[in-house]
């Protein structure tokens, strides 16, 4: 089981992080990802990790301004935001699975998903 936490309501230019945590396993040997769903658009990929090793890939949209990492000390992954948009808007989610990290951006590949997180960019 996955949960994400950290959505809230921010300006534009603020800084946000989310949280993922893994429920009854660790994150070595996963690939996880984050996605969101903005209202009326489909769910897209915006960044992926393979934990070990921290190899990592990032959507042109959100490339130089979002960052996922992984504290081992606490067995959670992070995907922290900055210079947030207001079209950076959508529900937020993490999954994790174990496939080829090429993959990654493909959320059929995903069996483990939380319940998303809502990330609302407004002035």
């Known amino acids: 089981q996955v949960v994400e936490s950290g959505g809230a309501s921010v300006q534009p230019g603020e800084s946000l992080r989310l949280a993922c945590s893994a429920r009854?396993?660790?994150?070595?040997?996963?690939?996880v990802g984050w996605f969101r769903q903005a209202p009326g658009k489909e769910r897209e990929a915006i960044s992926c990790?393979?934990?070990?090793?921290?190899?990592?890939k990032y959507a042109d949209s959100v490339a130089g301004r979002f960052t996922v990492f992984r504290d081992d000390s606490v067995n959670m992954v992070y995907l922290q935001m900055h210079g947030l948009k207001p079209e950076d808007s959508a529900t937020y989610y993490c999954?994790?699975?174990?496939?080829?990290?090429?993959?990654?951006?493909?959320?059929?590949?995903?069996?483990?998903w939380g319940q998303g997180t809502q990330v609302t960019v407004s002035s």
């Open positions: 009854g396993f660790s994150w070595d040997y996963y690939v």
């Open positions: 990790m393979r934990v070990q090793g921290g190899f990592t």
């Open positions: 999954a994790a699975g174990q496939f080829h990290f090429g993959d990654c951006i493909l959320e059929g590949h995903y069996p483990y």
